[in-house]
């Protein structure tokens, strides 16, 4: 059935991130997919994580560290990262912070997304 969303839900955060989720769990009970708005400040960092779901992630302003088993990337603004489930991957913001749109499919769970102590 079509369906508009009339706004995102607010999910608390640590470390001053703001995340929006337009499409997810918390937003619309859809466990197939997550589409949320985030925004990070300088300094921002969370935890390493191994999910179990593949993470899209598309910069919008800003840059996001992502730190894997390959190296580390800066991802900038008009730019893109993708992550598989298993990975190990640990997401920050950069100097001037970030906004990014996180896709995960299946959808963002904390039961799955497995961060670090």
Excluded at 27 to 53: L, N
Excluded at 104 to 110: E, N, V
Aim: with cysteine.
């Amino acid at each position: 059935m079509a369906k508009k969303i009339d706004a995102p839900h607010r999910i608390p955060a640590e470390g001053g991130k703001i995340i929006d989720e337009y499409i997810g769990r918390v937003g619309t009970g859809d466990d197939r997919v997550s589409i949320a708005h985030m925004q990070a400040p300088p300094g921002w960092a969370e935890p390493a994580q191994t999910p179990e779901f593949t993470e899209y992630t598309i910069v919008l302003k800003g840059s996001v560290v992502v730190e894997h088993a390959g190296g580390t990337d800066v991802v900038s603004a008009g730019q893109a990262f993708v992550s598989e489930p298993g990975e190990r991957v640990r997401y920050s913001a950069g100097p001037s912070g970030a906004e990014y749109i996180a896709v995960c499919l299946p959808a963002f769970s904390p039961d799955t997304v497995h961060r670090d102590e």
